[in-house]
Structures are given as C-alpha cells and as structure tokens.
C-alpha cells in the first residue's frame, strides 16, 4: 500500500536536466517516489515523499533536493518520541 501523507506539501525538488540516470534515487526512497525510463529519473508521485532525503543524499549529480526533517517523517517519529499525537501542519507555524 503506498501512503500518501499531505497533498502538495512536500519539499522535494527535482532537476531532470541534472540527472545522470544513475538510479540510486530509486533504489534508496523507501516509498517508490521515483523510477527509472530512457536513463533517466522521474518523479512518480511526489505526494509519496516523507522527507527523509535518502534521495538528496545519494544523488552524485545533486539533481535532487528536499528539506530533510521537516515532513510527515519528523513528524511521526517526534510523535513517538514525546508520547504526543504527529501534526505535519505545516499551516500552524510549527516546525516539525
């Protein structure tokens, strides 16, 4: 089952121009965001992105950016951690 957390919040950013097609982006996102066709990278569903940045991280040509710690990610593991109910709200002001 793929999780779509919030629509249209992610802060990923990809740069096809930049890509070597490499394929490490597809390799490391752990919910299938991107795929591979004619050598090059795409973004199969953006709104499947929880900000890890394993991808941002793994790409040698930096085609790929994203602001790692802010998303549904950060937010659930902070959740966790104080004991409290995840809010990725980003509409609130707080940060995640």
């Known amino acids: 089952m793929k999780m779509i957390y919030l629509k249209n919040?992610?802060?990923l950013s990809?740069?096809?121009e930049k890509c070597l097609g490499c394929g490490r982006c597809a390799e490391v996102c752990p919910h299938g965001v991107f795929s591979l066709a004619?050598?090059?990278a795409?973004?199969?569903e953006k709104d499947l992105c929880m900000?890890?940045?394993a991808c941002s991280l793994n790409c040698p040509a930096k085609a790929i950016e994203v602001n790692a710690g802010v998303g549904?990610?950060?937010a659930i593991i902070k959740g966790w951690?104080?004991?409290s109910e995840p809010s990725c709200d980003r509409d609130s002001g707080?940060?995640?």
């Open 51 to 53: 900000e890890c940045g």
């Open 94 to 96: 707080e940060c995640c």
């Open 72 to 74: 549904c990610a950060s």
């Open 14 to 16: 990809f740069l096809a």
């Open 81 to 83: 951690i104080t004991g």
């Open 38 to 40: 004619d050598k090059k």
């Open 9 to 11: 919040v992610a802060t």
């Open 42 to 44: 795409w973004v199969v």
